[in-house]
């Protein structure tokens, strides 16, 4: 299932003109989801963390984020960022959450800028 939330993540972004620069990109630390870049003359490189609910039982898919994850989320975008070549003017992180109902479409809420 989380599979499916997460091309649904890249789907939304793509709809939305971005360019999505890695996905899944893992290191000794963890996971990072989505990597993208917004479109337009002054890009913004954007770490997406997506999580994923095939119901709201157990709450909103992005009450799945808590403060632990985002300091986790800051510091594979720090590591991701250092073993790039060149310079990344600006960053920031956002949450995706995707509900995949058994009987209709994905639902996409997108959180922008999430922890500083």
């Known amino acids: ?3 499916a939330g997460e091309v649904a993540a890249v789907q ?8 999505i620069v890695a ?4 290191c000794s ?14 890009p913004v490189l954007v770490f997406c963390e997506v999580k994923c609910r095939s119901g709201l ?3 909103d898919p992005l009450e799945a984020i808590t403060w632990r994850k985002l ?3 800051r510091d594979l975008a720090l590591t991701w960022l250092a073993e790039q070549p060149g310079w990344v003017p600006r960053y ?3 949450a995706i959450g995707v509900l995949l109902p058994r009987d209709g ?4 809420t997108h959180v922008q800028g999430v922890a500083p």
């Open 1 to 3: 299932m989380w599979r």
């Open 12 to 19: 939304y972004l793509v709809k939305q003109g971005w360019t």
């Open 23 to 26: 996905r899944n990109w893992r």
């Open 29 to 42: 630390l963890g996971e990072l989801d989505i990597v993208a870049r917004t479109p337009g003359p002054d």
């Open 57 to 59: 039982g157990f709450g």
């Open 71 to 73: 300091n986790k989320l």
């Open 92 to 94: 920031r992180l956002d």
């Open 105 to 108: 479409r994905p639902q996409v």
